[in-house]
């Protein structure tokens, strides 16, 4: 069966960094779209990073441009987020997550959660003020 599994979160203070990672197993990971959401307490889920199995383009929130970086390696079946410059706001539990591109029937995949139909557990990061 198809699986995502997250790993990496922790407790990291204000300014830190911290790498998560997302293990894709029983798929093709070039085959797919992938990306990193991030759920706070009392909050939508929100999409943070998204990365296209087309053409490898990524897309950003607002709130992480130049902090987060999303990438993957098919060779691996692994999918990354680099987050850097870690603030208190960050504080979440963040989730990979992918959808098929054989699924896909619009012109390109988001990075908003309803377009996304397998999901990780989440693992959780915390940013210490």
């Known amino acids: 069966q198809v699986q995502l599994v997250e790993s990496g979160g922790g407790l990291v203070p204000t300014g830190g960094s911290l790498r998560l990672s997302c293990k894709a197993s029983?798929?093709?990971?070039?085959?797919?779209?992938t990306g990193w959401f991030r759920q706070a307490p009392g909050k939508e889920r929100e999409g943070v990073a998204c990365?296209?199995?087309?053409?490898?383009?990524?897309t950003y929130a607002d709130s992480v441009k130049g902090r987060f970086t999303i990438s993957r390696d098919i060779t691996t079946n692994m999918l990354y987020l680099q987050m850097d410059s870690l603030a208190p706001e960050d504080t979440a539990v963040y989730f990979c997550?992918?959808?098929?591109?054989?699924?896909?029937?619009?012109?390109?995949?988001?990075?908003?959660?309803?377009?996304?139909?397998?999901w990780g557990q989440g693992t959780q990061v915390t940013v210490s003020p």
């Open positions: 997550a992918g959808v098929g591109s054989w699924t896909v029937t619009t012109d390109k995949v988001g990075c908003v959660p309803m377009e996304y139909d397998l």
């Open positions: 990365i296209s199995s087309r053409d490898g383009s990524t």
């Open positions: 029983g798929l093709t990971l070039g085959v797919w779209y």
